[in-house]
């Protein structure tokens, strides 16, 4: 089992929709939690960390389920330049990272 | 720029051929990691280190690959007689190992083997 998994997609969506991604750990013991964007051809750049009370940060929310062991992001209000590969991480003495859920904005 | 910095940005090869990396860390980031990511894939670790210490080295990698960070500032990754299959994007981040740890990436190095 992969430390870290992701629903590959693709999310294909409109505009203005409510979009929400999971991301499953392995390790109950894992430290910390993050949400990475990925251009394509481009470098993962950080979109924000995972608090275990939940973190808001303009249309992007976070949620830490640690029973359930998963980790959401939920973007609202999708815009056509949200549209990229979203990868969740975790740190369990070192990071771990899913594949990437792809995500399609469309006008 | 205080970013991550890797170099080069594109390296052709043929195969067989030795090739190095260089990633400058963020200056006072002492957790330095090395992956590899091919199309569609998410980051592969590869190695990391703590300070000049490697922690942790991939099974998956083969003895081909090394990597050092001699100082604890800049590391390098070498891979010796490549292969067609080393084609990918090598990826160098850094953290600090407590506190606030988020990784940041490295522009990444874009490998083609031929």
């Known amino acids: 089992r992969k430390e870290v998994e992701q629903d590959p997609g693709p999310f294909n969506v409109p505009e203005g929709a409510t979009v929400a991604f999971n991301c499953t750990y392995s390790n109950s013991a894992s430290q910390s939690f993050f949400w990475y964007r990925q251009d394509c051809r481009k470098e993962p750049k950080l979109l924000m960390s995972v608090y275990s009370s939940g973190n808001e940060d303009g249309r992007f929310t976070a949620q830490l389920n640690r029973a359930s062991q998963y980790i959401s992001l939920l973007i609202r209000d999708s815009k056509l330049s949200d549209s990229a590969t979203y990868l969740c991480?975790?740190?369990?003495?070192?990071?771990?990272f899913g594949s990437g859920t792809k995500l399609n904005v469309k006008p | 720029d205080t970013g991550v910095s890797q170099d080069p940005r594109h390296k052709i090869t043929k195969r067989g051929q030795n090739v190095t990396f260089r990633c400058d860390p963020i200056s006072e980031h002492n957790r330095l990691y090395w992956y590899r990511q091919t199309l569609g894939q998410g980051p592969e670790f590869l190695t990391y280190?703590?300070?000049?210490?490697?922690?942790?080295k991939s099974r998956l990698l083969s003895d081909r690959f090394s990597a050092e960070r001699p100082k604890g500032s800049f590391s390098t990754l070498e891979i010796q007689r490549t292969e067609q299959g080393d084609s990918a994007m090598y990826l160098c981040a850094s953290s600090l190992a407590q506190g606030v740890n988020e990784a940041f990436f490295g522009q990444g190095t874009r490998l083609t083997v031929v």
């Open positions: 280190f703590q300070n000049e210490a490697q922690l942790e």
């Open positions: 991480a975790v740190i369990f003495n070192k990071f771990y």
